[in-house]
Nanobody
């Protein structure tokens, strides 16, 4: 199983950026998917999570600015980031909790991370 994240880059404060992540390989089902980020010198934090049913949860500081959504057919999760701030600068990681078989355990998988840099 592999998760690949795309879409990071350099953007000015106030701008927008979209991230996408695809899960591939031997996958039976995916429950939660999400985006995390880690700024330099800080701990990784959860940015946005989405369940298989579409329920979402956001970090307080991104509420109203970021939107997470997913495509259950394509096994993809997206993060639309608007009104970006300097403090949003970080490496963003996607994650998925998935099962590789019907009776197997659910485990968490992570993408490789994509750098988002917000400049003034």
């Amino acid at each position: 199983v592999q998760l690949q994240a795309f879409g990071g880059g350099l953007v000015q404060a106030g701008g927008s950026l979209s991230l996408s992540c695809t899960a591939s390989g031997s996958i039976f089902s995916i429950s939660d998917m999400g985006w995390y980020r880690q700024a330099k010198g800080k701990q990784r934090e959860s940015v946005a999570l989405i369940t298989s049913g579409g329920s979402t949860n956001y970090l307080d500081s991104v509420k109203g600015r970021f939107t997470i959504f997913r495509d259950n057919v394509k096994n993809m999760v997206y993060l639309q980031m608007n009104s970006l701030r300097l403090e949003d600068t970080a490496v963003y990681y996607c994650s998925a909790r998935l099962k590789r078989s019907r009776f197997g355990a659910a485990n968490d998988y992570w993408g490789q991370g994509t750098l988002v840099t917000v400049s003034s």
